[in-house]
């Protein structure tokens, strides 16, 4: 089966930095996604990740580590419009597996 | 990325009666799949749908009560049948473009809001 876990909710402040983790047990690997969902819009690719390491993307880096299933979204320099859910995806037989996202809220 | 149309964008139905949601593609594709969003909870996939060929559905979810066409390589429905309250969702759509390959990138439509009454 499959098992994401990340979590629920981050509340961070414009200008700063914000690191969403993401663990995941899943039969099968071929990626790890991160995609960005406003509220009432739909998900947005972000970044992807298949070999354990950084990589990097303008303000955002996602990080990835196979052995320990463990992935994270770094978010800097912070800005009100990064206010939204986040989404880590494994895929795997060609069908991506959802976490449950994490709400990040960005204060002034 | 392909530009993905859904309709409607969102509907209130009585319980009983069936929706057919369309998504349309601005480019062929070979994959397409249908996804269902409850509210506060993430996407999980009700099945891929590629042309020419039977939806393949997810563990707990049905032909009968989701079936799904996929007449060319930029359209696809889905209809939700026999509709209860707790099929209130938003249902997307989403597709994997070959270029993209082999990242298997899923582009999203902006989804169908389903409330039943």
């Known amino acids: 089966g499959q098992n994401i876990d990340q979590p629920t909710e981050m509340t961070a402040t414009e200008g700063a930095i914000v690191q969403i983790n993401c663990t995941y047990q899943?039969?099968?690997?071929?990626?790890l996604f991160w995609y960005q969902q406003h509220a009432g819009e739909a998900p947005t690719f972000l970044s992807y990740?298949?070999?354990?390491g950084l990589e990097e993307k303008g303000r955002f880096s996602s990080f990835l580590s196979r052995s320990k299933g463990y992935s994270y979204l770094l978010l800097k320099e912070l800005q009100m419009k990064d206010s939204a859910s986040y989404l880590c995806?494994?895929?795997?037989?060609?069908?991506?597996?959802f976490g449950k996202g994490t709400m990040l809220l960005v204060s002034p | 990325s392909a530009v993905i149309s859904q309709k409607p964008s969102r509907d209130i139905c009585q319980r009983g009666t069936s929706l057919t949601i369309q998504c349309q593609v601005d480019?062929?594709?070979?994959?397409m799949f249908w996804y269902r969003q409850q509210p506060g909870q993430s996407l999980t996939l009700i099945a891929t749908?590629?042309?020419?060929?039977?939806?393949?559905?997810e563990s707990g979810f049905v032909i009968d009560k989701f079936p799904i066409s996929r007449p060319n390589l930029t359209f696809s429905t889905l209809t939700v049948s026999n509709m209860s309250p707790e099929d209130s969702s938003i249902y997307l759509c989403?597709?994997?473009?070959?270029?993209?390959?082999?990242?298997?990138?899923?582009?999203f439509g902006a989804g169908t809001r389903l409330s039943v009454l």
């Open positions: 989403s597709v994997e473009q070959g270029a993209d390959r082999p990242k298997n990138i899923q582009y």
């Open positions: 899943t039969s099968g690997f071929n990626g």
């Open positions: 990740n298949v070999l354990d």
């Open positions: 995806a494994v895929s795997a037989y060609s069908t991506l597996t």
């Open positions: 480019s062929q594709v070979t994959m």
């Open positions: 749908a590629n042309q020419g060929s039977e939806a393949t559905y």
